[in-house]
């Protein structure tokens, strides 16, 4: 027996000694931090969107700068699959799709420093959230599919196109450098010779677990959860958040009268880029509802618009880009009594789109033609267009309209009349198709609406800093802020209802260049503290489920910009229902982190009252269980385990090859090893204990 137990134990170590002779030397793997993927996405019908296999995908690294360059990857290099890395120029939606047909491409990693390049544009669709708006067949059917004015012109589409590998962006030069470096040092062909081992590599994983359509992966999420208790569901529908207020506080429970008017002004919070959280959106959604919220500080700080005929109603939307999700349900719960307020309400509806693009000048009102036609709409939609002529009077800012014929560009406004003909107008800085070049792009960015610092500032000094583009869009604000006065019945003066050009350009800074701000984290409630920590850039795609980031922000800022001090403990804030008389369907409270005092060293906390609330942006097909709806959004997000971006050097095939088998001669070995202890386990454990025992 004795025997025996020693011959299989010389045989296993001689066995693993073969193996280990052959193992090539260690690889080693440098981690790419300062990466974004481009994640999957699936809708009703399709799915888009980027994935890796299981395990992730690896190829030798080529660097595609030109046109030129692509014949190595598609054909003519030795050495498939390829990971291409793309110079931002070279990141076009013709070349990404010559890349898809090829079965030599194993993924991409797109360079996209600061500045655009030539040919970086919007990769959104040229006619965005067709389908889910209001023109038709039913409803101005000659409007329908853009057909009197494509919306985006530049739009290829390329973020909605599907990817069989993973796609990722990377955003720091200075790993780039390494990159780049890696290459230059092992890959780059001289004069069309094939390069020597070892090569430089690269491993992609952006494994997802969702497939096909939202409608199999909401079957298999429910039918996972049932059947295996696996709560790893493989998608999550886009949702999020709504934020809203009112000048006169309502009973947020209750449910208005139907003679309580109500002047809606409206913006959206989202964005996105084709890769994922990476959505600066800063023309396409932060230039409207920054101007939103300086309207509504500008009228939350006049005395008597408490006390005027109509209510006005601040709405901002979010996961609009994904076919109106914020919205649409709006339009539901209002339908439906979920809501304070329903449809018949609304008075009026004012919408702020994009808006940062050469604000000094024109702004341009569009109406709906169709809803013209009805003569008492019309006579209303002329009156809320004269008050804009009123208010603009004395102001260097002008409203114009564009021709009559021309439709409502994409707008949240759309999912309203949908429902209802309600008398509206959409601001934005563009006369017919986006003015805005980067629609829905990573390059939607500050420098994109003229927004410009003075070198040299600190972060306090740039926070505080007012720039044109604040005083500009104060501006706006003013004039919003003044025609909503109008609209709601006041007959004051305008002159002192006007934005505050230091709000602005502090929201400015806050939302578009740096959101870890003292102002920020002065305003923020101390459970909500981490977000700081969390994340480094702000985001305005939608995400998942929990409230996004940006929704907090612009929550708080609601905040601070609308309420009040209230002289309350922190345990009273906390629980306000606790107070004598308290009045929670009126007012929300939040304990927020203060400023420091002079020679202080902890800011002073302090409970602030505002009635700004929160309410679902989850589509109604979600809540309808109606997954192939063509009514509502049906946007979900696939979920994975695993995303991660690394370079390495790989030797030649063979070596490759000897890694595997080093690999299996491990695992037999092993294997082997962990047979024979289970089968001999009562010799080997059993044994040396009786021998001790027999010691002591
Ligand atoms: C889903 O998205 C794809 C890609 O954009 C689009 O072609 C399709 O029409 C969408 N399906 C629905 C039902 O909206
Ligand atoms: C890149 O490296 C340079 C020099 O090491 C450094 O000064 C710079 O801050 C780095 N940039 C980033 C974005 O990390
Ligand atoms: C990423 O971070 C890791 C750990 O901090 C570091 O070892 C690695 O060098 C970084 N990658 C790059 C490309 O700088
Ligand atoms: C607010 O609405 C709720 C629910 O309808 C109701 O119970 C409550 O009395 C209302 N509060 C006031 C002050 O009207
Ligand atoms: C015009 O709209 C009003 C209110 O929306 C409605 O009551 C009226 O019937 C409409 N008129 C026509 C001719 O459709
Ligand atoms: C308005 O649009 C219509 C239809 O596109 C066109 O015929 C008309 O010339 C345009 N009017 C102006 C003033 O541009
Ligand atoms: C935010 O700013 C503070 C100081 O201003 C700094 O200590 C912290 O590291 C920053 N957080 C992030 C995520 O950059
Ligand atoms: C809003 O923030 C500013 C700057 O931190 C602060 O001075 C002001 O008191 C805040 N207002 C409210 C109502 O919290
Ligand atoms: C705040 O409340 C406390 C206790 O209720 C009271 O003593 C104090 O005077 C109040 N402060 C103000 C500014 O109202
Ligand atoms: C802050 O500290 C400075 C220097 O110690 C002192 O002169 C000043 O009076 C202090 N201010 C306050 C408000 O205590």
């Not at 019908?45 to 030109?66: A, Y």
């Not at 104060?474 to 004051?492: F, I, M, W």
């Amino acid at each position: 027996m004795g025997m025996e137990v020693a011959v299989r134990w010389i045989s296993a170590a001689l066995f693993i000694g073969l193996c280990s002779a052959n193992s090539v030397e260690k690889k080693i793997y440098i981690t790419l931090n300062a990466t974004a993927p481009c994640v999957r996405l699936m809708n009703a019908t399709h799915q888009i969107g980027c994935q890796s296999s299981l395990s992730g995908d690896t190829g030798v690294i080529h660097l595609v700068e030109q046109e030129s360059n692509l014949s190595w990857v598609l054909s003519d290099g030795p050495n498939p699959p390829y990971m291409v890395l793309l110079e931002s120029n070279m990141f076009t939606r013709d070349v990404m799709l010559s890349l898809k047909s090829s079965s030599r491409v194993s993924g991409v990693a797109a360079i996209l420093p600061p500045s655009p390049a030539p040919g970086q544009l919007s990769p959104d669709l040229k006619c965005p959230n067709d389908g889910f708006g209001l023109y038709s067949l039913n409803y101005g059917p000659e409007y329908a599919h853009c057909n009197e004015t494509l919306w985006n012109p530049e739009g290829n589409g390329l973020s909605y196109d599907d990817f069989p590998f993973p796609v990722f962006m990377l955003k720091d030069e200075n790993e780039t450098q390494v990159i780049r470096q890696c290459y230059k040092d092992h890959n780059h062909p001289r004069e069309g010779a094939a390069p020597a081992f070892p090569l430089c590599a690269m491993q992609l994983s952006s494994h997802m677990h969702g497939v096909k359509d939202t409608v199999t992966c909401m079957r298999r999420s429910r039918g996972q959860v049932s059947i295996t208790l696996n709560t790893d569901d493989v998608c999550d529908p886009l949702s999020d958040f709504n934020v809203w207020t009112t000048t006169q506080p309502i009973n947020k429970s209750g449910v208005a009268s139907p003679e309580d008017r109500f002047v809606v002004a409206a913006a959206r919070l989202d964005s996105r880029s084709f890769f994922w959280e990476v959505a600066p959106g800063t023309d396409s959604a932060v230039s409207g509802f920054i101007v939103l919220l300086a309207a509504a500080e500008a009228l939350a700080r006049t005395p008597d618009v408490e006390s005027l005929p109509k209510n006005i109603m601040f709405l901002l939307f979010q996961g609009e880009t994904f076919d109106y999700i914020g919205s649409s349900r709006m339009v539901y719960d209002m339908t439906n009594g979920k809501f304070p307020i329903a449809l018949e309400n609304i008075d009026s509806f004012i919408e702020l789109n994009q808006i940062g693009i050469g604000t000094s000048s024109e702004i341009w009102a569009h109406t709906d033609p169709v809803s013209l036609r009805n003569s008492t709409v019309n006579e209303q939609v002329q009156k809320l267009l004269a008050s804009f002529s009123k208010v603009t009077a004395g102001m260097n800012i002008s409203v114009r309209q564009p021709n009559q014929s021309q439709p409502l560009p994409p707008s949240s406004f759309q999912r309203f009349l949908r429902k209802r003909i309600i008398p509206g107008a959409v601001l934005t800085d563009h006369q017919a198709s986006f003015a805005n070049r980067y629609y829905q792009s990573v390059y939607d960015l500050g420098e994109n609406i003229g927004l410009r610092y003075p070198d040299g500032l600190t972060p306090e000094e740039a926070l505080n800093h007012i720039t044109d583009t604040a005083k500009a869009l104060a501006d706006v604000a003013s004039l919003v802020a003044r025609t909503l006065y109008l609209q709601a019945g006041g007959n004051g003066s305008l002159e002192n209802i006007t934005a505050n050009a230091q709000t602005v350009t502090r929201m400015l800074y806050g939302f578009v260049i740096n959101w870890n701000n003292s102002w920020f984290h002065s305003i923020i409630s101390q459970d909500k503290n981490d977000i700081f920590t969390k994340q480094k850039h702000i985001s305005f795609y939608v995400s998942v489920n929990e409230q996004t980031f940006s929704t907090v922000l612009v929550e708080h800022v609601l905040f601070n910009l609308t309420g009040h001090h209230a002289n309350l403990t922190e345990e009273q804030c906390r629980d306000p229902k606790s107070i004598p008389h308290p009045d929670t369907n009126f007012f929300n409270y939040i304990w927020v982190q203060g400023t420091k005092a002079e020679n202080a060293s902890e800011p002073t906390p302090y409970c602030v009252r505002a009635n700004v609330w929160l309410s679902r942006a989850l589509s109604p097909a979600f809540e309808l269980a109606d997954y192939s709806s063509t009514e509502y959004s049906t946007w979900t997000e696939s979920r994975w385990q695993k995303v991660g971006a690394r370079i390495f050097l790989v030797a030649s095939r063979e070596l490759e090859i000897i890694t595997l088998v080093t690999g299996i001669c491990v695992l037999i070995t092993s294997m082997v090893l962990i047979h024979f202890l289970n089968a001999k386990s009562n010799i080997l454990f059993s044994g040396p204990q009786e021998h001790s025992s027999v010691s002591y």
